[in-house]
């Protein structure tokens, strides 16, 4: 029975095996095509490290000393955004994609407890970094994940190799409409106003989030919300998440520091970018051609999550520009 099931699967790579025989593993891997063998999925694997006294997951795949890839999520996901990206980038890059607390596999301390804000974030994210050992790295940053980054940037600015943006701001002309309640929060400070920020929280909110602006709704998966939204109806969680609307407001202040970054190091930068995103809508990205104006942008047909419908166009656009500009061979 093995051998009738080898020999199936060695005849789907066009290899055959001759009835009753049996190939020595060292046999079978000399007939594989290099094609079958290139083919095979990478390896992920899910870590976590302590840090500030919190467990912070983090995905990590590809090899140990290729060119590092620091991937960097938004709200209200995780790392699982970049689930299908990673496998796609990892037989040559060495992807790690973190979890912030209070997100996916993290750790989510009570917010009376711990400090969730966009400085401690990029502090955390900055000694896991140090910690596996990454001196130098391009980064993919989207919605939170940007002022994660460019907080990043701006403390090392000779570690950054690279820029992939996707949806996410470091200009005024970034915040629209869409943040106007929200920037009453900030004015205030009023319970009354951080109550109103409650909805972000909820179903209806998240899946707007990976719908609005899709053309083919068949292409989301449900498994995005479902997943999501299991995670922010943890106890306390909205809390947490009310916390960092509110601390969002710190990142406007630093983005000169996060322009004079792109001036003044000009790193690789391709910006990719759905324009039907209300939350960061396209007239964010523009901008970053002032300061960066050999930047590559494309204007994507979709939405906020546009890895979930756009991954086929994505995923090559990526993998070019880091073969070209990030870790030419």
């Known amino acids: 029975m093995k051998t009738l099931v080898i020999s199936m699967l060695l005849a789907s790579t066009g290899i055959v095996v001759p009835t009753g025989a049996f190939a020595a593993p060292a046999q079978v891997a000399a007939q594989?095509?290099?094609a079958a063998v290139q083919a095979a999925p990478a390896t992920i694997h899910y870590r976590s490290m302590t840090?500030?006294?919190?467990?912070?997951?983090?995905?990590?795949a590809g090899p140990a000393d290729g060119p590092v890839l620091l991937l960097l999520h938004g709200f209200p996901t995780s790392s699982h955004m970049f689930r299908n990206l990673i496998p796609l980038l990892a037989d040559r890059y060495h992807v790690i994609a973190p979890d912030y607390p209070g997100y996916g596999e993290s750790d989510a301390p009570d917010h009376r407890q711990f400090n969730y804000s966009f400085g401690h974030y990029a502090d955390m994210v900055d000694t896991l970094m140090g910690r596996i050992g990454a001196q130098r790295y391009a980064m993919y940053v989207m919605d939170y994940g940007a002022p994660v980054g460019y907080r990043l940037a701006i403390k090392h600015p000779d570690r950054v190799s690279g820029l992939i943006v996707q949806n996410g701001n470091a200009y005024e002309?970034?915040?629209g409409a869409f943040w106007d309640p929200i920037k009453a929060y900030w004015k205030s400070g009023s319970a009354k106003d951080r109550e109103a920020q409650g909805w972000l929280v909820g179903l209806d909110a998240t899946k707007f989030q990976y719908q609005d602006g899709v053309s083919d709704l068949s292409r989301i998966s449900p498994d995005n919300w479902v997943h999501d939204q299991a995670l922010l109806d943890r106890p306390g969680n909205k809390d947490i998440q009310l916390d960092l609307f509110y601390d969002y407001r710190t990142n406007l202040p630093l983005y000169p520091a996060f322009q004079a970054f792109f001036r003044e190091r000009k790193p690789p930068t391709l910006i990719v970018w759905g324009k039907n995103d209300k939350i960061f809508p396209e007239?964010?990205?523009?901008?970053?051609?002032?300061d960066l104006p050999d930047a590559e942008m494309?204007?994507?047909?979709t939405g906020h999550f546009?890895?979930?419908?756009?991954?086929?166009?994505m995923a090559p656009m990526i993998r070019d520009f880091l073969d070209r500009k990030v870790a030419p061979r």
Not at 283 to 290: D, K, N, Q, S, V
């Open 173 to 175: 002309e970034g915040l």
């Open 298 to 301: 494309h204007i994507l047909d």
């Open 306 to 313: 546009a890895l979930e419908d756009k991954l086929d166009v």
């Open 51 to 60: 840090i500030d006294g919190v467990k912070m997951f983090y995905r990590e």
């Open 32 to 34: 594989v095509p290099a």
């Open 283 to 290: 007239a964010g990205a523009h901008p970053y051609l002032r």
